[in-house]
């Protein structure tokens, strides 16, 4: 093989990530950071100008509180997460955030992000908790801020590196490791705190489109569940790996349904014209106080949406041209409404040229004036996303102040956003049960849990140090399915047809077959049960097996035989927590057929787990839902 | 394909340090052919289409043809960027409907470059442990009144020893 080189790094705070989350915790620690004299160093696998979720541009901020506009208290989003999750979020991490969001949006207009006014100078939101952006530049922007205040405070951050391992000693976490993804180079990066923020994960299971489209998942491609491996790898007890996200979007091109939902109050129907949330309200009645809590849970709006594609009267419209008409008519004469008419179109483009340009490039192709006819949409294939209706991550201790008596036993050992794993941190949709942060949030969360690793680093200083032999031994693995290659490419006339190893993709295709097929996928309808899921688990541990059988040509390959490894993870974890909650909590998301119910009574609990790597054992532990809020459900 | 690069108008960007296209791409795409000293997509499925490339090809070289698996041919949207706003032109596959034109703003009041990250707002606290971040609790508006945290008692920020109202 050819030669490679290894860096070694040293720093006091390591970021590993350098989406929304990390450049929150860049930006923050950076502050702290400059008065004591403390190196923050930021990871990044692709460039932090457009890295992560946001890479593409947004066209809203769908978290901002407005604390002081005395209309919404943290109480009242809290409230809210808590309802749309069915009950189980973790109200400590829901409301740190929400306190300090505000915050965080006011730093972003300061930094030159168009955040849309009305006549008076005040934001303009979509619905109660979001606010239009001219947002193209959003990921930029921030980018821009989070490098600049790393280079002020003297930090350094990496791009074109990817993560692959946690470095650990004595159940400590002191490092990562990985490669360039540009020469040959392994990275080792020695910190005393370590914080991740790599993103959720996509094309665990297998998307609709079956062609070139695969590439259109809702979520990015990109987020290949770096952050749930790194913390299951480095043995942090995970939560809510059940609670993935099926967003319902226009289909095929997942262009956002939020402007047209909420900002011009649309309507979408089934193919007869029937509105799927009146005619199956009933429904309702089945799923506790969730039910009936306004707005409607995400997930019960899918469900009554596919009850009616079940019934066969899809496909499911959204209204458009009602919804425009109606704003136009509303206009007190002809030349206010064609002013009306044509401020709105440029709204509903601007949405998706912001966020998702293939949806109206969908729409081009398709010859849709939405003014003039209906356009569908569907329920997107599951994503793993702690940062929306999701909340699949990390457990983390919760900020000291919040706590009660009741909730400190349980939520609170040491330092906020600390997983179980000494010295290793997590936000975004790195770390769970604190849904609805979007964007904005998870800057915040990443700002809150690295000035918290700083803290951490204050009172315990250094930890022990990476032995040579660790580095060695990761630094084989991370390089094997290279020397695969390298070893086994002449022994067949096709380099995709080999006994002797995987390449990534088809690895990846096999990985999605399962997960579609066993662990309710698009193809099932979203529906799995105990005995699925066992098969499931069966052919994934072959899968577990050959995975040291991945093949790489190229250092961008080498990526992706590690992206599949991070998602593998990610699978099993969901499988056995999907199998581990014995009961039906969030349909439209996932259904267990022969669990069909909700059981509150057993279920109102966090189903968490923990990875031994050592082992490759699993083990499933129940923990207790507390609220902060007295009166709440229990 | 999704992004493709036209033959004709990429120069591999041999006049600057790097190729724009393959710095850009948050997928690592995007890449070059040293030999014919052109970029290309190395791998279209695992495309966004995020338009990263289009938006920053100094040749204008790079557009996107919609997936191959639901989107039909003969549409186009193309996007031009400059330091202050983004134009749009979105190209319908009847010709008979009118192109749309759209600009939207892409930055408000701060060039690209002269973003300054800190000091827009007082620091209350130099306490680590303290709750508060940086430039809070100034950042949280509070001169328009105390933050109003409803009826959770245990939200309040006063509750630690440096926190705000």
């Known amino acids: 093989m050819t030669e490679w080189k290894t860096v070694v790094v040293e720093t006091d705070l390591l970021i590993c990530g350098g989406g929304m989350a990390a450049c929150g915790a860049a930006v923050e620690t950076a502050h702290w950071a400059k008065q004591r004299g403390l190196k923050v160093t930021l990871v990044d696998k692709a460039a932090v100008d457009r890295s992560g979720a946001v890479a593409m541009g947004l066209s809203a901020i769908n978290l901002y509180v407005d604390l002081n506009g005395g209309k919404n208290t943290v109480r009242d989003y809290v409230d809210y997460v808590r309802n749309d999750l069915m009950g189980i979020t973790r109200e400590d991490l829901v409301a740190n955030i929400a306190r300090h969001v505000d915050s965080t949006v006011h730093m972003f207009e300061k930094w030159g992000l168009p955040i849309w006014k009305d006549e008076k100078g005040q934001y303009v939101h979509e619905g109660r908790w979001q606010v239009m952006i001219s947002g193209e530049s959003y990921k930029a922007i921030v980018a821009e801020a989070a490098k600049k205040a790393l280079a002020e405070a003297g930090g350094e951050y990496f791009e074109r590196v990817f993560l692959t391992h946690p470095l650990m000693v004595d159940g400590r976490c002191v490092g990562a490791m990985g490669f360039s993804v540009r020469e040959n180079t392994i990275y080792v990066f020695k910190a005393k705190a370590v914080l991740t923020a790599m993103g959720g994960a996509v094309h665990v299971f297998k998307p609709r489109s079956t062609g070139e489209g695969i590439g259109r998942s809702w979520y990015p491609p990109f987020n290949s569940a770096g952050s749930a491996a790194f913390t299951i790898t480095a043995g942090a007890e995970m939560t809510c790996q059940e609670v993935r996200f099926v967003p319902v979007r226009f289909k095929d091109a997942y262009g956002p349904v939020g402007a047209w939902f909420l900002l011009f109050k649309a309507i979408a129907t089934n193919a007869l014209g029937e509105d799927y949330m009146a005619t199956n309200d009933a429904e309702l009645d089945k799923w506790g106080p969730y039910g009936r809590a306004k707005p409607t849970p995400a997930n019960l709006r899918n469900w009554l949406m596919m009850m009616d594609i079940q019934k066969g009267k899809g496909p499911i419209y959204m209204q458009t041209g009602d919804a425009i008409n109606r704003i136009s008519k509303a206009m007190p004469d002809e030349k206010a409404a064609r002013k009306k008419l044509k401020e709105l179109e440029s709204e509903a483009w601007e949405d998706f040229l912001d966020m998702t340009i293939a949806q109206a490039l969908l729409w081009a192709a398709t010859n849709v004036e939405p003014e003039k006819k209906p356009s569908e949409i569907m329920a997107c294939e599951p994503y793993f996303i702690g940062s929306h209706s999701g909340a699949s991550g990390a457990w983390v201790s919760g900020p000291k102040d919040l706590q009660t008596p009741d909730t400190e036993s349980e939520y609170f050992w040491g330092y906020a956003n600390m997983t179980t794993v000494p010295g290793l941190f997590a936000a975004g949709d790195a770390s769970g049960a604190s849904s609805h942060k979007f964007s904005s949030g998870s800057f915040t969360e990443g700002r809150i849990a690295g000035k918290s690793a700083l803290a951490f680093i204050a009172d315990k200083g250094n930890g022990a140090t990476v032995s040579d032999a660790q580095i060695a031994a990761l630094t084989a ?69 050959d995975a040291s059988k991945l093949g790489a040509e190229t250092l961008h390959e080498l990526m992706r035989c590690w992206e599949n490894r991070h998602r593998l993870l990610q699978a099993e974890a969901h499988m056995r927590s999907v199998l581990f909650r014995d009961e039906t909590r969030w349909p439209g998301y996932y259904v267990r057929t022969d669990k069909p119910a909700m059981d509150q009574a057993n279920w109102l609990a966090f189903c968490n787990s923990k990875y031994n790597r050592e082992t490759g054992q699993w083990t499933m532990v129940k923990r207790p839902v507390k609220y902060l809020t007295r009166d709440a459900e229990r | 394909m999704p992004s493709y690069v036209i033959t004709s108008k990429c120069d591999g960007c041999k006049a600057l340090d790097r190729t724009a296209c393959q710095y850009i791409c948050p997928n690592d795409l995007m890449t070059l052919d040293r030999q014919k000293m052109k970029a290309y997509n190395r791998d279209p499925v695992m495309c966004w289409e995020c338009f990263n490339c289009v938006k920053m090809c100094p040749t204008q070289a790079i557009e996107v043809r919609g997936y191959s698996d639901f989107v039909p041919l003969g549409a186009s949207v193309s996007a031009l960027r400059s330091t202050e706003d983004i134009m749009w032109t979105v190209q319908f596959r009847n010709p008979e409907i009118k192109p749309k034109r759209f600009k939207f703003p892409i930055r408000r009041g701060v060039s690209e470059g002269q973003i300054q990250p800190h000091g827009h707002f007082p620091t209350g606290t130099d306490d680590l442990n303290s709750p508060l971040l940086m430039g809070e609790p100034s950042a949280l508006n509070t001169e328009q009144g105390p933050v109003k945290l409803g009826g959770l008692a245990e939200l309040a920020l006063s509750r630690s020893p440096n926190g705000g109202k």
Do not use: C, W
């Open chain 1, 477 to 545: 693995e991370i390089l094997q399915p290279l020397e695969t290659f390298e070893k086994h490419r002449d022994d067949t006339t096709d380099p995709d047809i080999n006994p002797s190893y995987l390449r990534p993709k088809q690895f990846m295709s096999r990985l999605q077959k399962v997960m579609d097929e066993y662990a309710g996928g698009v193809s099932t309808q979203l529906a799995t049960s105990k005995a699925q899921l066992e098969k499931g688990l069966e052919l994934l541990a072959f899968l577990r097996e």
